[in-house]
């Protein structure tokens, strides 16, 4: 393949976006460019963006989308042209889905494909209440409350790395309700956006990873 894949990776928080962007930079060998992660990134090392971004986060709705659109078009624009990547988390805005869009049309092709992993209501506020991710490698866990204190049931160590694992300030029950309505509100639009431009390929997000994985490689005719 002489050109890579460009790909955005949709879903409501807690989709399973992070686990399977993981599985496709591997076996596609392309770049994963997570929009959270940038901005934890800022948040840990305080910089001026962090600053400004953290507040946002904590309380669970979007980051402005002027702050949002320069640090993840930075990213996508400081990649070589045939470069293929794959987008988590951005955009989460009708006004950044455009931004996007013009952005690469300065680089003569657009997105190959934007994949939907939908996942019901009910089973994203069980995954976010659970989930504990590596301050290391970003990698997300998941957690049944074992005591009757509701504290994790195993050691806060990432079996990937040996990091240690935490839970997002944002995963704490008041802002995952808030994450869900900006999602319904904000970002769902996103998805006639790209249904008008035939890139959208719907892959139901509830089975194991790897089964997920098979669905989401199908869907991009691999
Ligand atoms: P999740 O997909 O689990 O909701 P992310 O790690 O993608 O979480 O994002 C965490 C937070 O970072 C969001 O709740 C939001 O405050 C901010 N953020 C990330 N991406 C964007 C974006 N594209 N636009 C605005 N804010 C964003
Ligand atoms: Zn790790």
């Known amino acids: 393949?002489?050109?890579?894949?460009?790909?955005?990776?949709?879903?409501?928080?807690?989709?399973?976006?992070?686990?399977?962007a993981q599985l496709l930079t591997e076996r596609l060998k392309i770049s994963h460019i997570?929009?959270?992660?940038?901005?934890?990134?800022?948040?840990?090392?305080?910089?001026?963006?962090?600053?400004?971004?953290?507040?946002?986060?904590?309380?669970?709705?979007?980051?402005?989308?002027?702050?949002?659109?320069?640090?993840?078009?930075?990213?996508?624009?400081?990649?070589?042209?045939?470069?293929?990547?794959?987008?988590?988390?951005?955009?989460?805005?009708?006004?950044?889905?455009?931004?996007?869009?013009?952005?690469?049309?300065?680089?003569?092709?657009n997105l190959d494909k934007v994949v939907y992993i939908d996942v019901p209501e009910d089973e994203l506020l069980r995954r976010l209440a659970g989930r504990f991710v590596c301050r290391q490698c970003q990698a997300p866990h998941s957690m049944t409350p074992g005591g009757t204190d509701g504290s994790p049931d195993r050691e806060l160590i990432c079996e990937r790395c040996g990091g240690e694992l935490y839970q997002r300030t944002d995963d704490r029950p008041e802002a995952v309700q808030t994450r869900i309505e900006v999602y319904k509100s904000e970002t769902m639009p996103v998805l006639d956006f790209y249904r008008e431009r035939a890139l959208l390929a719907d892959v139901p997000g509830v089975d194991t990873v790897e089964q997920i994985n098979k669905r989401v490689m199908k869907a991009l005719g691999l």
Not at 1 to 20: D, E, I, N, S, Y
Not at 55 to 62: C, E, H, K, P, T
């Open 1 to 20: 393949m002489t050109q890579g894949l460009r790909l955005v990776l949709f879903g409501p928080p807690g989709a399973g976006k992070g686990t399977q």
């Open 34 to 109: 997570s929009s959270g992660d940038l901005f934890r990134h800022h948040v840990q090392a305080e910089t001026p963006l962090g600053l400004k971004a953290a507040d946002y986060m904590n309380r669970g709705v979007l980051v402005p989308d002027e702050l949002t659109i320069d640090i993840a078009l930075e990213k996508v624009m400081s990649l070589n042209a045939e470069e293929g990547f794959i987008l988590d988390g951005f955009p989460r805005t009708r006004f950044q889905a455009k931004a996007l869009e013009e952005a690469l049309q300065t680089r003569a092709r």
